[in-house]
């Protein structure tokens, strides 16, 4: 993982890609291959309020064969009016004291089986 911390957040935002390898001879991407997920997190202002909420958008896409992960397909029309919401929210809500955390979680793999939100769930349950 490689985190970013954005100044102009006031210390709030940091931003991390969350790479993970997926793919195989027994799976429906034949090849093994290596996607990020973007993770953006504002951090809650209230050390006594352990919740975390949760927004995610992915910003992959398919050709018309769900088992092609070499094609180029590009996906504005896919989710892009999602992951262009939640970057706005991240913008406005980082600049403000909230007291729970916000985790803004860009995925991808998700065309291909939702690989991208498998992976940060298995995180998370990592992380209890």
Known sequence: MRTIFIPASGGRLCVEKVFYTIGGAETR?????????????????????NRVIVLLAHFDNRTG??????????????????????????????????????????????????????HMAEIAHREN
Request: hydrophobic share 35%; with cysteine; charged share 20%.
């Open 29 to 49: 991407l034949k090849r093994e291959v290596t996607l990020c997920n973007v993770v953006a997190t504002v951090q809650g202002s209230n050390p006594d309020d």
């Open 65 to 118: 064969d769900g088992n092609d992960s070499i094609e180029y397909a590009p996906g504005a029309n896919d989710n892009g009016s999602g992951v262009a919401c939640l970057m706005e929210i991240t913008r406005l809500l980082s600049q403000v004291d909230l007291p729970v955390t916000l985790k803004i979680m860009f995925l991808s793999g998700e065309e291909h089986g939702l690989y991208g939100a498998q």
